[in-house]
Protein backbone atom coordinates (compact mmCIF):
# COMPACT_ATOMS: atom_id res chain seq x y z
CA UNK A 1 0.00 0.00 0.00
CA UNK A 2 1.08 3.66 -0.66
CA UNK A 3 2.56 5.01 2.62
CA UNK A 4 2.24 8.81 3.03
CA UNK A 5 3.99 10.03 5.81
CA UNK A 6 3.53 13.75 5.26
CA UNK A 7 0.45 13.95 7.71
CA UNK A 8 2.61 11.87 10.64
CA UNK A 9 2.06 14.57 13.14
CA UNK A 10 -1.41 13.82 12.93
CA UNK A 11 -3.39 12.82 16.64
CA UNK A 12 -6.91 11.39 16.25
CA UNK A 13 -8.80 11.69 18.89
CA UNK A 14 -12.50 9.54 19.93
CA UNK A 15 -15.16 10.80 22.44
CA UNK A 16 -17.46 8.27 23.01
CA UNK A 17 -21.10 8.55 23.90
CA UNK A 18 -20.54 8.77 27.36
CA UNK A 19 -18.09 11.95 26.86
CA UNK A 20 -20.85 13.53 25.03
CA UNK A 21 -23.53 12.82 27.01
CA UNK A 22 -25.16 15.92 27.64
CA UNK A 23 -24.66 19.52 27.40
CA UNK A 24 -22.24 19.57 30.05
CA UNK A 25 -20.30 17.26 28.92
CA UNK A 26 -19.55 19.03 25.36
CA UNK A 27 -18.96 22.04 27.19
CA UNK A 28 -15.96 19.28 28.72
CA UNK A 29 -15.10 18.16 25.23
CA UNK A 30 -14.43 21.60 23.99
CA UNK A 31 -12.32 22.40 27.32
CA UNK A 32 -10.20 19.34 26.45
CA UNK A 33 -9.63 20.34 22.45
CA UNK A 34 -8.60 23.82 23.86
CA UNK A 35 -6.26 22.44 26.63
CA UNK A 36 -4.32 19.95 24.18
CA UNK A 37 -4.66 22.37 21.20
CA UNK A 38 -2.82 19.84 18.62
CA UNK A 39 -2.91 20.15 15.19
CA UNK A 40 -3.67 18.57 12.45
CA UNK A 41 -6.60 16.47 14.75
CA UNK A 42 -8.69 14.46 13.66
CA UNK A 43 -11.51 13.74 16.23
CA UNK A 44 -14.34 10.90 15.98
CA UNK A 45 -17.04 11.21 17.95
CA UNK A 46 -20.18 8.77 18.99
CA UNK A 47 -23.49 9.34 19.13
CA UNK A 48 -24.57 11.08 22.46
CA UNK A 49 -25.45 9.35 25.58
CA UNK A 50 -27.57 6.04 24.98
CA UNK A 51 -28.91 7.70 21.10
CA UNK A 52 -27.63 4.57 19.01
CA UNK A 53 -29.81 2.10 21.85
CA UNK A 54 -32.62 4.77 21.12
CA UNK A 55 -32.82 4.30 17.31
CA UNK A 56 -32.46 0.81 17.29
CA UNK A 57 -35.77 1.29 19.27
CA UNK A 58 -36.75 3.66 16.28
CA UNK A 59 -35.53 1.00 13.99
CA UNK A 60 -37.82 -1.91 15.27
CA UNK A 61 -40.69 0.22 15.56
CA UNK A 62 -40.47 0.87 12.24
CA UNK A 63 -39.43 -2.22 11.13
CA UNK A 64 -42.61 -3.82 12.58
CA UNK A 65 -44.63 -1.00 11.01
CA UNK A 66 -45.63 -0.07 14.17
CA UNK A 67 -46.08 3.33 15.17
CA UNK A 68 -43.02 4.90 16.09
CA UNK A 69 -44.16 8.57 16.64
CA UNK A 70 -43.40 8.92 20.14
CA UNK A 71 -39.52 7.34 19.90
CA UNK A 72 -38.93 9.59 17.40
CA UNK A 73 -39.93 12.58 19.80
CA UNK A 74 -37.84 11.34 22.48
CA UNK A 75 -34.85 11.30 20.21
CA UNK A 76 -35.54 14.55 18.75
CA UNK A 77 -35.91 16.40 22.12
CA UNK A 78 -33.26 14.96 23.78
CA UNK A 79 -31.19 16.81 20.89
CA UNK A 80 -33.33 19.65 20.96
CA UNK A 81 -32.83 20.37 25.09
CA UNK A 82 -29.01 19.82 24.20
CA UNK A 83 -28.96 22.32 21.24
CA UNK A 84 -30.93 24.53 23.71
CA UNK A 85 -28.23 24.82 26.54
CA UNK A 86 -25.18 25.19 24.28
CA UNK A 87 -26.43 27.92 21.78
CA UNK A 88 -26.68 31.45 22.11
CA UNK A 89 -27.96 31.66 18.46
CA UNK A 90 -29.16 28.12 17.48
CA UNK A 91 -30.40 29.40 14.01
CA UNK A 92 -27.84 27.55 12.37
CA UNK A 93 -27.70 24.29 13.93
CA UNK A 94 -31.73 24.71 14.27
CA UNK A 95 -31.54 24.55 10.71
CA UNK A 96 -28.72 21.65 9.75
CA UNK A 97 -30.42 19.65 13.17
CA UNK A 98 -33.63 20.11 10.97
CA UNK A 99 -32.46 18.95 7.59
CA UNK A 100 -30.83 15.82 9.53
CA UNK A 101 -34.58 15.28 10.69
CA UNK A 102 -36.11 15.43 7.33
CA UNK A 103 -33.85 13.08 5.73
CA UNK A 104 -34.76 10.48 8.87
CA UNK A 105 -38.02 10.98 8.30
CA UNK A 106 -38.12 10.60 4.62
CA UNK A 107 -36.69 7.06 5.26
CA UNK A 108 -39.13 6.26 7.81
CA UNK A 109 -42.37 7.20 5.39
CA UNK A 110 -41.12 4.53 3.13
CA UNK A 111 -41.92 0.59 3.50
CA UNK A 112 -39.43 -1.21 5.75
CA UNK A 113 -37.53 -3.89 3.37
CA UNK A 114 -37.52 -7.39 4.82
CA UNK A 115 -33.91 -6.92 5.66
CA UNK A 116 -33.41 -6.03 9.18
CA UNK A 117 -30.09 -5.19 9.25
CA UNK A 118 -30.06 -2.54 6.44
CA UNK A 119 -32.93 -1.06 7.78
CA UNK A 120 -30.98 -0.65 11.28
CA UNK A 121 -27.81 0.74 9.01
CA UNK A 122 -29.90 3.19 7.15
CA UNK A 123 -31.25 4.32 10.52
CA UNK A 124 -28.68 4.11 13.04
CA UNK A 125 -26.22 6.80 11.69
CA UNK A 126 -28.30 9.45 12.74
CA UNK A 127 -27.10 9.43 16.23
CA UNK A 128 -23.48 10.57 15.29
CA UNK A 129 -24.80 12.53 12.26
CA UNK A 130 -26.90 14.68 15.37
CA UNK A 131 -23.74 14.46 18.05
CA UNK A 132 -21.07 15.75 14.95
CA UNK A 133 -23.04 18.14 13.83
CA UNK A 134 -24.21 20.14 17.05
CA UNK A 135 -20.68 19.63 18.31
CA UNK A 136 -19.33 21.34 15.82
CA UNK A 137 -21.07 23.42 15.48
CA UNK A 138 -20.76 24.37 19.25
CA UNK A 139 -17.07 24.23 19.08
CA UNK A 140 -17.55 27.43 16.35
CA UNK A 141 -19.22 29.00 18.93
CA UNK A 142 -16.62 28.56 21.25
CA UNK A 143 -13.91 29.66 18.59
CA UNK A 144 -12.22 26.33 17.92
CA UNK A 145 -12.18 26.43 13.84
CA UNK A 146 -12.94 22.88 12.62
CA UNK A 147 -14.28 21.08 9.70
CA UNK A 148 -17.07 18.69 9.58
CA UNK A 149 -16.82 15.98 7.58
CA UNK A 150 -19.23 12.50 6.77
CA UNK A 151 -17.05 9.73 7.30
CA UNK A 152 -19.30 8.01 5.39
CA UNK A 153 -17.73 9.38 2.15
CA UNK A 154 -14.51 7.95 3.36
CA UNK A 155 -14.72 4.70 5.29
CA UNK A 156 -16.06 1.80 2.17
CA UNK A 157 -17.22 -0.94 3.29
CA UNK A 158 -18.40 -4.29 2.48
CA UNK A 159 -21.98 -4.79 2.84
CA UNK A 160 -22.43 -6.64 6.11
CA UNK A 161 -25.16 -4.24 7.33
CA UNK A 162 -25.16 -3.83 10.92
CA UNK A 163 -21.36 -5.39 11.21
CA UNK A 164 -19.51 -4.07 8.32
CA UNK A 165 -15.86 -4.67 7.57
CA UNK A 166 -13.48 -2.13 6.07
CA UNK A 167 -12.32 -2.02 2.45
CA UNK A 168 -8.60 -1.21 4.12
CA UNK A 169 -7.27 -0.18 0.22
CA UNK A 170 -9.51 1.93 -0.81
CA UNK A 171 -10.50 3.82 2.81
CA UNK A 172 -6.91 4.15 3.05
CA UNK A 173 -7.05 6.11 -0.21
CA UNK A 174 -9.85 8.25 -0.03
CA UNK A 175 -8.69 9.22 3.88
CA UNK A 176 -5.33 10.28 2.60
CA UNK A 177 -6.24 12.00 -0.73
CA UNK A 178 -9.06 13.86 1.63
CA UNK A 179 -6.61 14.66 4.57
CA UNK A 180 -3.39 14.82 2.41
CA UNK A 181 -2.94 18.62 3.64
CA UNK A 182 -5.37 18.67 6.95
CA UNK A 183 -3.79 21.61 9.27
CA UNK A 184 -6.38 22.13 11.09
CA UNK A 185 -9.16 20.07 13.28
CA UNK A 186 -11.61 18.04 11.89
CA UNK A 187 -14.63 16.99 13.13
CA UNK A 188 -16.42 13.43 12.26
CA UNK A 189 -18.03 10.53 13.43
CA UNK A 190 -17.44 7.07 14.72
CA UNK A 191 -18.99 3.53 13.79
CA UNK A 192 -20.92 4.83 10.74
CA UNK A 193 -19.30 4.19 7.02
CA UNK A 194 -20.40 3.19 3.46
CA UNK A 195 -20.57 0.32 0.87
CA UNK A 196 -20.19 0.56 -2.39
CA UNK A 197 -23.92 1.00 -3.08
CA UNK A 198 -24.06 3.93 -1.16
CA UNK A 199 -25.92 3.00 1.17
CA UNK A 200 -24.91 3.00 4.88
CA UNK A 201 -23.25 0.65 6.73
CA UNK A 202 -21.71 0.33 10.36
CA UNK A 203 -19.03 -1.15 12.47
CA UNK A 204 -20.93 -3.06 14.84
CA UNK A 205 -21.77 -2.24 18.63
CA UNK A 206 -19.67 0.38 20.14
CA UNK A 207 -17.81 0.35 16.65
CA UNK A 208 -16.39 4.05 17.36
CA UNK A 209 -13.17 2.66 19.00
CA UNK A 210 -12.70 0.78 15.54
CA UNK A 211 -13.42 3.68 13.42
CA UNK A 212 -11.09 5.58 15.17
CA UNK A 213 -8.45 3.12 14.84
CA UNK A 214 -9.37 2.64 10.72
CA UNK A 215 -8.54 6.46 10.52
CA UNK A 216 -5.17 6.47 12.78
CA UNK A 217 -4.17 3.55 10.51
CA UNK A 218 -5.11 5.14 7.51
CA UNK A 219 -3.60 8.30 7.84
CA UNK A 220 -0.03 6.75 9.74
CA UNK A 221 -0.96 8.99 12.32
CA UNK A 222 1.06 10.01 15.28
CA UNK A 223 -1.18 8.43 18.42
CA UNK A 224 -4.71 7.50 19.06
CA UNK A 225 -6.23 8.46 22.15
CA UNK A 226 -9.58 7.41 23.65
CA UNK A 227 -11.26 9.92 26.06
CA UNK A 228 -13.00 7.24 28.36
CA UNK A 229 -14.75 8.30 31.70
CA UNK A 230 -11.77 5.84 34.02
CA UNK A 231 -8.46 7.15 34.31
CA UNK A 232 -7.34 4.01 32.43
CA UNK A 233 -7.00 0.38 32.12
CA UNK A 234 -7.04 -1.17 35.85
CA UNK A 235 -5.45 -4.64 37.10
CA UNK A 236 -9.38 -5.78 37.34
CA UNK A 237 -12.55 -4.08 36.92
CA UNK A 238 -12.62 -1.40 39.87
CA UNK A 239 -16.59 -1.64 39.92
CA UNK A 240 -16.22 -5.06 41.52
CA UNK A 241 -12.78 -5.56 43.07
CA UNK A 242 -11.25 -3.23 45.70
CA UNK A 243 -7.45 -2.77 45.71
CA UNK A 244 -6.61 -2.57 41.51
CA UNK A 245 -4.06 -0.79 40.43
CA UNK A 246 -4.22 1.46 37.51
CA UNK A 247 -1.98 -0.04 34.37
CA UNK A 248 0.49 2.81 33.20
CA UNK A 249 1.24 1.07 30.13
CA UNK A 250 0.40 -2.35 28.13
CA UNK A 251 2.12 -4.02 25.21
CA UNK A 252 -0.21 -4.34 22.24
CA UNK A 253 0.56 -8.32 22.59
CA UNK A 254 -0.87 -7.98 26.43
CA UNK A 255 -3.77 -5.59 25.50
CA UNK A 256 -5.00 -8.44 22.97
CA UNK A 257 -4.35 -11.06 25.40
CA UNK A 258 -6.56 -9.14 27.78
CA UNK A 259 -9.31 -8.54 25.56
CA UNK A 260 -9.91 -11.82 24.30
CA UNK A 261 -10.21 -13.13 28.21
CA UNK A 262 -12.74 -10.96 28.54
CA UNK A 263 -11.63 -7.52 30.20
CA UNK A 264 -13.49 -4.55 29.06
CA UNK A 265 -10.93 -2.65 27.42
CA UNK A 266 -10.13 -2.09 23.66
CA UNK A 267 -11.80 -4.63 21.10
CA UNK A 268 -9.02 -6.68 19.98
CA UNK A 269 -10.38 -5.40 16.57
CA UNK A 270 -9.59 -1.95 17.41
CA UNK A 271 -5.86 -2.50 18.94
CA UNK A 272 -4.57 -4.90 15.33
CA UNK A 273 -4.53 -2.15 13.08
CA UNK A 274 -2.92 -0.29 15.55
CA UNK A 275 -0.38 -2.57 16.32
CA UNK A 276 0.43 -3.41 13.28
CA UNK A 277 1.80 0.66 12.68
CA UNK A 278 2.88 0.71 16.04
CA UNK A 279 0.77 3.20 16.84
CA UNK A 280 0.52 3.71 20.41
CA UNK A 281 -2.96 4.27 21.74
CA UNK A 282 -3.70 6.50 24.62
CA UNK A 283 -6.56 5.92 26.93
CA UNK A 284 -6.87 8.98 29.29
CA UNK A 285 -10.08 10.41 31.24
CA UNK A 286 -12.14 13.16 30.00
CA UNK A 287 -13.01 13.79 33.80
CA UNK A 288 -9.30 14.50 34.83
CA UNK A 289 -7.95 14.76 31.56
CA UNK A 290 -4.40 15.93 33.41
CA UNK A 291 -4.32 11.97 34.65
CA UNK A 292 -1.61 10.23 32.60
CA UNK A 293 -3.67 7.33 31.66
CA UNK A 294 -2.49 4.29 30.20
CA UNK A 295 -0.60 3.90 27.05
CA UNK A 296 -0.45 0.53 24.99
CA UNK A 297 2.06 0.54 22.68
CA UNK A 298 4.69 -2.14 21.19
CA UNK A 299 6.77 -2.69 24.36
CA UNK A 300 6.81 -1.83 27.72
CA UNK A 301 9.85 -0.39 29.40
CA UNK A 302 9.90 -3.11 32.07
CA UNK A 303 9.63 -5.70 29.30
CA UNK A 304 6.95 -7.55 30.63
CA UNK A 305 3.83 -6.26 28.72
CA UNK A 306 2.82 -4.60 31.85
CA UNK A 307 3.81 -1.63 33.73
CA UNK A 308 3.77 -1.86 36.63
CA UNK A 309 3.85 -6.16 36.12
CA UNK A 310 0.67 -6.85 38.77
CA UNK A 311 -1.55 -9.74 38.22
CA UNK A 312 -3.98 -8.67 36.18
CA UNK A 313 -7.59 -10.94 36.48
CA UNK A 314 -10.47 -10.98 34.80
CA UNK A 315 -13.93 -12.96 35.83
CA UNK A 316 -16.38 -14.19 34.07
CA UNK A 317 -19.78 -14.76 35.72
CA UNK A 318 -22.97 -17.48 34.48
CA UNK A 319 -20.79 -19.64 33.03
CA UNK A 320 -21.43 -23.28 32.22
CA UNK A 321 -19.04 -26.10 32.33
CA UNK A 322 -20.12 -28.82 30.12
CA UNK A 323 -18.49 -32.51 29.83
CA UNK A 324 -19.06 -34.85 27.28
CA UNK A 325 -18.39 -38.17 27.00
CA UNK A 326 -18.57 -41.09 24.20
CA UNK A 327 -21.49 -43.36 25.43
CA UNK A 328 -19.98 -46.12 25.59
CA UNK A 329 -16.87 -44.53 27.37
CA UNK A 330 -14.41 -44.95 24.22
CA UNK A 331 -12.22 -42.62 24.58
CA UNK A 332 -12.18 -39.35 23.03
CA UNK A 333 -10.87 -39.08 19.72
CA UNK A 334 -10.58 -36.27 17.06
CA UNK A 335 -14.07 -37.07 15.12
CA UNK A 336 -15.88 -36.43 18.48
CA UNK A 337 -13.96 -33.39 18.84
CA UNK A 338 -14.70 -32.45 15.38
CA UNK A 339 -18.55 -33.24 15.85
CA UNK A 340 -18.41 -31.42 18.69
CA UNK A 341 -17.09 -27.85 17.31
CA UNK A 342 -19.21 -28.03 14.59
CA UNK A 343 -21.86 -28.28 17.12
CA UNK A 344 -20.66 -25.13 18.86
CA UNK A 345 -20.04 -23.23 15.10
CA UNK A 346 -23.73 -24.15 14.23
CA UNK A 347 -25.20 -22.70 17.15
CA UNK A 348 -22.87 -20.10 18.02
CA UNK A 349 -21.34 -20.53 21.36
CA UNK A 350 -17.83 -19.58 21.70
CA UNK A 351 -15.62 -21.30 24.12
CA UNK A 352 -13.91 -19.51 26.79
CA UNK A 353 -11.99 -22.05 28.46
CA UNK A 354 -11.77 -25.99 27.47
CA UNK A 355 -9.97 -29.23 28.99
CA UNK A 356 -9.36 -32.63 27.89
CA UNK A 357 -8.88 -36.02 29.20
CA UNK A 358 -8.79 -39.78 28.20
CA UNK A 359 -12.67 -40.04 28.08
CA UNK A 360 -14.05 -36.61 28.02
CA UNK A 361 -14.06 -33.26 27.24
CA UNK A 362 -15.00 -30.14 28.96
CA UNK A 363 -16.09 -26.93 27.35
CA UNK A 364 -16.99 -23.48 29.96
CA UNK A 365 -18.99 -20.93 27.87
CA UNK A 366 -21.41 -18.67 29.08
CA UNK A 367 -25.06 -19.81 29.91
CA UNK A 368 -26.90 -18.30 27.37
CA UNK A 369 -30.09 -20.77 27.95
CA UNK A 370 -31.70 -20.90 24.26
CA UNK A 371 -28.29 -21.86 22.76
CA UNK A 372 -27.31 -23.98 25.76
CA UNK A 373 -30.59 -25.75 25.28
CA UNK A 374 -30.50 -26.61 21.86
CA UNK A 375 -26.91 -27.86 22.00
CA UNK A 376 -27.40 -30.20 25.06
CA UNK A 377 -29.85 -31.71 23.03
CA UNK A 378 -27.98 -31.93 20.35
CA UNK A 379 -25.04 -33.41 22.53
CA UNK A 380 -27.16 -35.98 24.89
CA UNK A 381 -28.10 -37.68 21.02
CA UNK A 382 -24.26 -39.00 20.96
CA UNK A 383 -22.69 -38.42 24.40
CA UNK A 384 -23.07 -38.82 28.14
CA UNK A 385 -23.37 -34.98 28.81
CA UNK A 386 -22.73 -33.66 32.50
CA UNK A 387 -23.01 -30.20 33.17
CA UNK A 388 -22.78 -27.19 36.23
CA UNK A 389 -24.22 -23.97 35.92
CA UNK A 390 -23.91 -21.01 37.84
CA UNK A 391 -19.84 -21.19 37.82
CA UNK A 392 -17.33 -17.91 37.35
CA UNK A 393 -14.38 -18.14 35.12
CA UNK A 394 -11.55 -16.56 36.84
CA UNK A 395 -7.96 -15.31 34.37
CA UNK A 396 -5.32 -14.18 35.52
CA UNK A 397 -2.16 -12.58 33.89
CA UNK A 398 0.74 -12.45 35.54
CA UNK A 399 -0.19 -14.29 38.23
CA UNK A 400 1.52 -15.40 41.57
CA UNK A 401 0.18 -17.56 44.69
CA UNK A 402 -1.14 -14.87 46.66
CA UNK A 403 -3.61 -13.33 44.32
CA UNK A 404 -4.25 -17.21 43.67
CA UNK A 405 -5.24 -18.08 46.74
CA UNK A 406 -7.68 -14.56 47.21
CA UNK A 407 -9.23 -15.25 44.44
CA UNK A 408 -9.86 -18.79 44.73
CA UNK A 409 -10.55 -19.17 49.12
CA UNK A 410 -13.11 -21.03 50.09
CA UNK A 411 -14.79 -21.60 46.46
CA UNK A 412 -14.90 -25.09 44.75
CA UNK A 413 -12.54 -25.37 41.60
CA UNK A 414 -13.64 -27.43 38.85
CA UNK A 415 -11.17 -26.58 36.42
CA UNK A 416 -7.68 -25.12 36.79
CA UNK A 417 -5.46 -24.60 33.80
CA UNK A 418 -2.05 -22.78 34.22
CA UNK A 419 0.46 -21.72 31.68
CA UNK A 420 3.64 -19.53 32.10
CA UNK A 421 2.00 -16.14 31.97
CA UNK A 422 -1.66 -17.14 32.58
CA UNK A 423 -3.79 -18.96 35.37
CA UNK A 424 -7.08 -19.87 34.77
CA UNK A 425 -9.81 -21.54 36.95
CA UNK A 426 -13.62 -22.68 36.70
CA UNK A 427 -14.78 -21.93 40.58
CA UNK A 428 -18.45 -21.91 42.05
N1 LIG B 1 -22.78 4.77 18.94
C1 LIG B 1 -22.36 3.41 18.70
C2 LIG B 1 -22.79 2.49 19.83
O1 LIG B 1 -23.31 2.97 20.82
C3 LIG B 1 -20.88 3.30 18.49
C4 LIG B 1 -20.05 3.61 19.69
O2 LIG B 1 -20.49 4.31 20.60
O3 LIG B 1 -18.90 3.17 19.73
O4 LIG B 1 -22.61 1.31 19.71
MG1 LIG C 1 -21.39 4.09 22.67
Known sequence: MNVHNQNNKLKVFKFGGASVQDAQSIINLAGILKKYNHKPLIVVISAMNKTTRQLIKLTQLYFKSTDYQNQLKLIIDFHQNIINELFIEPKNINYEFEQLIEQLNQKLTQKPSSDYDFEYDQIVVYGELFSTKIIAAYLKQENIDNEWVDIRKLIKTD???????PDWQQTAQLLQKQFKYQKNTVITQGFIASNQQGFNTSLGIEGSDFSAAII????????????????????????????????????????VELAYYGAKIIHPKTIKPLQNKKIPLHVKSFINPDLSGTLIKETTENNTGLQPEVPVFITKNNQILISIAPQDFSFIAEDNLSDIFSLMARFRIKVNLMQNSAISFSI???????????????????????????????????????IIEELTVGRKIFVQQKSRNTARFVVK
Open 159 to 165: AEYANAK
Open 364 to 402: CVDYEPVRIKQLLLELKNNYKVLYNTNLTLITIRHYNSS
Open 216 to 255: AYSLNAQELVVWKDVAGFYSSDPKLFKNVVKLDAVSFHEA
